[in-house]
């Protein structure tokens, strides 16, 4: 009868455990089960701290088939040292009621967006996609380096950020080993000039791709952050690409160039489809003769298959 | 630099530390703080579980002079023996953005709802009333009576609920030793007779009152279910009442009685005060020639706020 009680893992734990989970694999699983209409994800919830403390977003998000369903609380606080992201995730049992584990999940955050983003680049770029630029060269953006080297027999990697040469010393020591050794590069249009896939990985509240970088047959990626309105690539662009996000219920609603490009006679019926349609083959392919856009805002369903997948390896440990 | 793991407290645990705990003045300093607008209340969220599996609702609330936020979810599954109702808490620091304390919840949610309804009977009740009618006798309808018992001289205690003689003799030996002892009453009408105060503690989705009980001077507390548009009393009732709740920004929107009353004439408006309101003396006295009506649908504040207790009960602990 007596519930086992359940974990707590701090960031040091998860950091431990996530390296025995594949990330992509699960968000493959997770949006192949979005795709049938097997999970529910409801709004993510933004709310604001008093005296312009910061605020905090509550994800959530149903796993009906793998019997779990959890929360993600993740505050962003201001303090007289500057502001602060956590993230804390409970999960708990469908069948019970009763909470499974509580860890620390910001790495998690970060691994999921970027396996999210991975997952859309193996889904939407052209399998003979060569050349990769990478926009930003903070822990998200070699996340997504990380993952997506796997996916395409890449020629070139290029790496660009606003003040990369500060840190060109470290990010070559850290990326030297990666084949092809990955380009750092000062100007954004170098960056992106032919290549085949962008992932945007800043935390930009404004178009860091101006409208004559983007060229038909490319595939670019984006997540930008949760301040109201932000986005990464003009607003205007969407309606001369491919659009696609990762689930068509929320994101529109919340994504910062489809809020603005709406206010414009852009649609969210134009999106082609979200992830889920993707992973289930059920999304129209990307039109030739255009860009293509895939666009995440993060999901609570995302948090909640990570922190199962790190609850599992544990009953899976030897 | 290292953070204190956050604690697990299970149902017992919480059980034990609730008993150092004085609930009602816990909601009279959240209330205040409430009334001087030192908190942050965001709605509560529902949320559907796929396959009519159940649903759960997510309850947060920020106090900022406590330096603590959190979320509280509260799940109902449907399992094949049954529906049934689970609460788990997570507490985080203001400063910090990391978890305090993780805990079974669905104790402190009795008692917070109990003594939220003995704030607004303290706040509301005239100071003379001294008949008192509790409809349900449940777990909720129990704790109601103990924290309302202090508050006033009662002469009268009567106790009705449906079905209440099969419970006769449990309740007989329970509440014996309570002055006055409760008079366990078969029906409603005599139940409610000549009360000057009637808490309404049941999960009725429809009316346990009928209008003619309404009676001017007579104070009613109703905290119904989270069904959708359940209520306890008729919604044309209010008109005719003195309409208080715990929260105008959200209580109206969701509370059965109110949505309906609503739909015929009746404005969020004709609410005379919330219970931050009345804490702060802010709000008008009910007016003598009418009943007043007291409606608390459970805020995140509590949760937290009771959270925050059973965290602090430790590090006072001798």
Same mark, same amino acid.
């Not at 192949?32 to 209409?37: I, V």
């Not at 983003?117 to 003979?128: E, G, K």
């Given at each position: 009868?007596?519930?086992?009680? @359940?974990?707590?893992?701090?960031?040091?734990?998860? =950091?431990?455990? +996530?390296?025995?989970?594949?990330?992509?694999?699960?968000?493959?699983?997770?949006?192949?089960?979005?795709?049938?209409?097997?999970?529910?994800?409801?709004?993510?919830?933004?709310?604001? #701290? @008093?005296?312009?403390?910061?605020?905090?977003?509550?994800?959530?998000?149903?796993?009906?088939?793998?019997?779990?369903?959890?929360?993600?609380? &993740?505050?962003?606080?201001?303090?007289?040292? /500057? /502001?602060?992201?956590?993230?804390?995730?409970?999960?708990? /049992? #469908?069948?019970?009621?009763?909470?499974?584990?509580?860890?620390?999940?910001?790495?998690?955050?970060?691994?999921?967006?970027?396996?999210?983003?991975?997952?859309?680049?193996?889904?939407?770029?052209?399998?003979?996609?060569?050349?990769?630029?990478?926009?930003?060269?903070?822990?998200?953006? #070699?996340?997504?380096?990380?993952?997506?080297?796997?996916?395409?027999?890449?020629?070139?990697?290029?790496?660009?950020?606003?003040?990369?040469?500060?840190?060109?010393?470290?990010?070559?020591?850290?990326?030297?080993? #990666?084949? !092809?050794? @990955? =380009?750092?590069?000062?100007?954004?249009?170098?960056?992106?000039?032919?290549?085949?896939?962008?992932?945007?990985?800043? &935390?930009?509240?404004?178009?860091?791709?101006? +409208?004559?970088?983007?060229?038909?047959?490319?595939?670019?990626? &984006?997540? $930008?952050?949760?301040?109201?309105?932000?986005?990464?690539? @003009?607003?205007?662009?969407?309606?001369? +690409?491919?659009?696609?996000?990762?689930?068509? $219920?929320?994101? !529109?609603?919340?994504?910062?160039? +489809?809020?603005?490009? &709406?206010?414009?006679?852009?649609?969210?019926?134009?999106?082609?489809?979200?992830?889920?349609?993707?992973?289930?083959?059920?999304?129209?392919? !990307?039109?030739?003769?255009?860009?293509?856009?895939?666009?995440?805002?993060?999901?609570?369903?995302?948090?909640?298959?990570?922190?199962?997948?790190?609850?599992?390896?544990?009953?899976?440990?030897?």
């Amino acid at each position: 009868m007596t519930q086992p009680s @359940p974990a707590w893992l701090d960031a040091a734990a998860v =950091e431990n455990r +996530m390296k025995r989970v594949d990330a992509v694999a699960a968000m493959r699983d997770l949006f192949e089960a979005h795709g049938q209409g097997r999970v529910a994800q409801p709004p993510q919830v933004l709310t604001l #701290l @008093p005296d312009s403390r910061g605020d905090f977003i509550t994800y959530s998000g149903v796993l009906a088939e793998d019997g779990v369903f959890g929360v993600k609380v &993740s505050p962003y606080v201001i303090t007289p040292s /500057g /502001g602060k992201v956590t993230a804390t995730t409970m999960l708990l /049992g #469908l069948e019970t009621g009763q909470p499974l584990l509580f860890c620390d999940s910001l790495a998690l955050t970060t691994e999921r967006t970027a396996a999210t983003t991975a997952l859309a680049v193996d889904l939407l770029a052209q399998s003979d996609a060569a050349n990769l630029a990478i926009i930003g060269s903070g822990p998200i953006a #070699l996340a997504h380096l990380r993952h997506v080297l796997p996916l395409r027999p890449w020629r070139r990697i290029r790496i660009h950020s606003r003040n990369i040469s500060a840190k060109q010393e470290i990010l070559e020591a850290r990326l030297g080993e #990666l084949r !092809p050794v @990955p =380009e750092i590069v000062n100007d954004c249009s170098r960056a992106v000039a032919d290549a085949d896939v962008v992932l945007l990985c800043t &935390s930009s509240g404004t178009p860091v791709l101006s +409208m004559e970088l983007i060229r038909p047959g490319m595939l670019v990626t &984006s997540i $930008s952050t949760n301040v109201a309105r932000a986005h990464e690539i @003009p607003p205007e662009a969407l309606t001369r +690409m491919n659009v696609y996000c990762d689930d068509r $219920s929320t994101t !529109p609603l919340i994504a910062g160039e +489809m809020v603005l490009a &709406s206010e414009n006679g852009w649609s969210r019926d134009d999106i082609r489809g979200d992830l889920g349609e993707l992973a289930c083959g059920k999304a129209q392919a !990307p039109s030739a003769g255009r860009a293509t856009f895939f666009r995440s805002m993060g999901l609570g369903i995302e948090d909640v298959k990570m922190a199962l997948e790190i609850h599992r390896v544990n009953s899976h440990a030897s």
